[in-house]
Structures are given as C-alpha cells and as structure tokens.
C-alpha cells in the first residue's frame, strides 16, 4: 500500500533522518509532522521501545523510539532528536504513530531506477522494514516501509491505546 510522491521529473520523494549515525529515508507523504523532542506519558506493560503517547491536538499517538526498535544502542536525546509523525496503514485503516529519531537532514528526490532492493539478510536478520536502499553521494540511505516498520501484532497494541 505504499504511495510514493513522484515529482515532475519522475523521482519519488523521501524525508532524510539520522539514527545511529546511519542516514534512512520514509515516503514523504507518510509523514504528518515533524516536532522537536517533548516528554511523553509514559504506559506501563508496553515494549521497551514504545516510550509512550502523546497528544496531538486531540489525538493520541504512540510514540516509538526507532533506535530501540532496530536495536541500536541508545542515546541520549538532544537539541536536534525529533519525533515524525507518520501515518501507518493496517487492514485498510490509518493510524497515526510518532518515531523519534536523531535528526532531520532533508528531502530527497529520488529516481524509481535508482532504487535498488532490499538484501537478503537471511534468517539472523530482520529486512522486513526495508523498502530498499540507494546511494547518493557515496553515503548510502536505507529506504524504510512505513508499513512494515512494527509486526500487525505490535500495531494491535499501538491500535488500543
């Protein structure tokens, strides 16, 4: 269910963020907002990467660290560390969930020909996220599947709060 916003010239468009000093990338029409880091409510019995909710504007969106959920060593959030409100699709139904990261760096445009796919990580390591990756630059940017980024179950979780 992934919609890519292509430009005029054909390439799609992705939102650039830091994360263990690694560069990703997201579908620029997931994304909903960008705010600077702010304390969240935090609930008990949920995954450690789950830091809690938030609300936003009336709604309440959980909030996920992404660097505890691709298992990443943990940092200590700064001036720069985000959260990016994306809109996830699960059976057909949107629902907002937020993802702090270390920063924002820019918008990409993208060629579809420039995309290459995913590696097979084989069974120790979970691609299952990865949209695909590219390189621009000579820096190499790991293209995130928003959809893909937490399991239907998880999302159930995410859905009752």
């Known amino acids: 269910m992934e919609q890519l916003q292509q430009t005029a010239d054909g390439s799609n468009q992705y939102l650039s963020f830091s994360l263990g000093g690694e560069e ?3 579908d620029i029409l ?3 907002e960008i705010r600077e880091w702010q304390r969240v409510r935090t609930l008990p019995d ?3 990467y789950m830091k809690g909710v938030l609300d936003l504007r009336g ?3 959980p909030i996920i660290d992404l660097r505890s959920r691709f298992k990443l060593a943990s940092a200590e959030y ?5 959260i990016i409100v994306l809109a996830v699709v699960k059976d057909k139904k949107q629902l907002m969930v937020g ?3 270390d920063g924002v760096s820019d918008v990409l445009n993208i060629p579809a020909s420039g995309i290459r796919d995913a590696p097979e990580l084989g069974n120790c390591i979970s691609a299952r996220y990865m949209s695909g990756m590219v390189t621009l630059d000579e820096r190499m940017v790991i293209l995130l599947d928003v959809d893909q980024i ?3 179950e998880e999302l159930c979780v995410l859905e009752a709060v």
């Open 46 to 48: 949920t995954p450690v």
């Open 24 to 26: 990703y990338g997201i």
């Open 59 to 61: 709604t309440i969106v």
């Open 99 to 101: 993802v702090v990261v």
């Open 78 to 82: 700064t001036s720069t560390t985000v």
């Open 30 to 32: 997931r994304v909903r």
């Open 150 to 152: 937490l399991s239907p």
